[in-house]
Each structure stands twice: as structure tokens, then as C-alpha cells.
């Protein structure tokens, strides 16, 4: 992902008796006046992993 704000992360899937979880680990490195942005960031990324997880959800129960 290419933007204002570097961002990185990681995913995980792992099987567990009642099917698969999934874990997300983002973080944004913000530098100089952007950091005042941090909280509104924050809540945004937030907000766009939980939209981006249903959907993936989304899929791939219906591929099933």
C-alpha cells in the first residue's frame, strides 16, 4: 500500500478446533507534523480493516 503515511503489517491464519483464526497487525510510522494525525489515523485504519475483514468474511464463506 502506497500513501502519505507508511504502513506495514501482518497477517496470520491458523487453524483452531472451530475453524480459522485470523490475526491483523498493522502499524503506521509517522514522522514530524504527520504525528499529530496519529489518533485520526488510528481510527481510520480501524475502521477500513474491519470493513476489508467482513468482506473478506464475506467471501469466503460463500465460497464454501
Do not use: H
Not at 6 to 31: D, H, I, R
Amino acid at each position: 500500500i502506497r500513501g502519505p503515511i507508511p504502513v506495514q503489517g501482518t497477517y496470520l491464519c491458523e487453524n483452531v478446533p472451530s475453524g480459522t483464526k485470523f490475526t491483523c497487525s498493522a502499524w503506521a510510522e509517522t514522522k514530524g507534523r504527520s504525528k499529530l494525525f496519529d489518533p485520526v489515523v488510528k481510527r481510520m485504519g480501524q475502521k477500513q480493516y474491519k470493513r476489508d475483514l467482513a468482506t473478506l468474511k464475506a467471501v469466503l464463506e460463500t465460497q464454501s
